[in-house]
């Protein structure tokens, strides 16, 4: 087992990683929950693996749950107004509990609907994916998509407690493994080079290799909780990432790798990014059987023009000097449009 302390200006919480952690929840939510009641938003396809198994687990409580209709697509007002009926419809109290049992897109609806209900109820993330277990589970984000656009409407919400196993990478397919792998991949470069010459050995993705990963997330939330400043850098490969996520079929952690390599090349370009890292970039990214397309990101700069990153005409990229040595760029949208 391992355990991480994300330690935050207003409140604390613990990220605990272990494998077959879900056969013991009740031991880990007792220590921050006193009540009875508990309400698990989850989706359809974790609902046939793990809500039964889960149920099991929390027998001492009151439980009730709630499945969306599992994707992407699931993760807009409607989902979110049909959560809250059904959470009123239980009558959910201002102190009880709603769990998130899922990947990322059951982690930012149940959250939103965590951090407006009652003006905020007890939260905590049981993140089943790869992909939500590097990212969207820590840190506080939650949202829903809207006009088109990533995580338009959301607020921040930090759990009251993160519990992650590495047991349920075992039933997700290939190509959603791999999916996650672009988040991980990301924490090795912007923060972790001996998670990053690891990877090169394709290593098993273990409670260690989560937990290395981790700690970059970690670094970056305690920075900077609102993603004012430093947690930019968390958003390497996001900027270009998001633009083609929201006109292709690519997954989020697909669009990630892509993005990264794009923002390599924007960065070889201004002077900033080493030639080499590309080649080490690539190397990782086919062992993964990740995308890297041949884009050339000009194309892409209107939609970026747009991103919720946009502020007030400045598009902060995230560029990378070489492995573990990442910075903040600004570009001027009119400077952008000029391009």
Do not use: W
Not at 3 to 11: G, R, S, V
Not at 266 to 272: Q, S
Not at 327 to 339: H, P
């Amino acid at each position: 087992m391992k355990k991480l302390m994300i330690n935050l200006t207003h409140t604390s919480y613990n990220i605990y990683i272990e494998k077959g952690i879900l056969a013991n929840l009740g031991k880990y939510i007792k220590d921050v929950y006193n009540n009875k009641r508990i309400y698990i938003i989850t989706d359809s396809n974790v609902e046939k693996i793990y809500l039964t198994n889960v149920f099991n687990s929390l027998k001492e409580y009151e439980v009730y749950s709630y499945a969306i209709k599992a994707g992407e697509e699931s993760k807009n007002i409607t989902s979110y107004q049909e959560v809250i009926n059904f959470l009123l419809t239980k009558e959910i109290r201002r102190n009880d509990l709603i769990i998130a049992l899922g990947g990322g897109v059951v982690g930012d609806l149940a959250g939103f609907v965590a951090a407006t209900l009652y003006r905020g109820l007890p939260f905590i993330n049981i993140p089943t994916s790869l992909l939500s277990q590097m990212d969207s589970s820590i840190g506080g984000k939650t949202g829903i998509d809207y006009y088109n656009r990533k995580n338009i409407i959301g607020a921040f919400k930090q759990p009251d407690l993160v519990l992650i196993d590495p047991d349920t990478l075992k039933t997700l397919d290939k190509r959603e493994f791999n999916n996650g792998m672009g988040e991980l991949i990301k924490h090795a470069l912007i923060g972790n080079p001996k998670l990053f010459t690891k990877l090169l050995t394709k290593p098993e993705i273990d409670e260690e290799i989560i937990y290395e990963s981790l700690l970059v997330k970690k670094k970056y939330v305690e920075e900077d909780e609102f993603d004012k400043g430093n947690r930019m850098i968390l958003n390497f490969g996001h900027t270009f990432g998001h633009a083609i996520e929201l006109n292709s079929d690519y997954k989020h952690g697909e669009c990630v790798a892509i993005g990264m390599i794009l923002a390599i090349r924007l960065g070889i370009d201004l002077g900033i990014t080493n030639d080499s890292l590309l080649l080490d970039l690539k190397k990782i990214l086919d062992l993964y059987e990740l995308p890297y397309l041949d884009i050339d990101y000009h194309k892409l700069l209107h939609s970026i023009i747009y991103d919720k990153k946009n502020l007030a005409g400045v598009i902060n990229f995230i560029l990378i000097k070489n492995i573990g040595n990442p910075v903040i760029y600004k570009i001027n949208e009119e400077d952008i449009k000029s391009i």
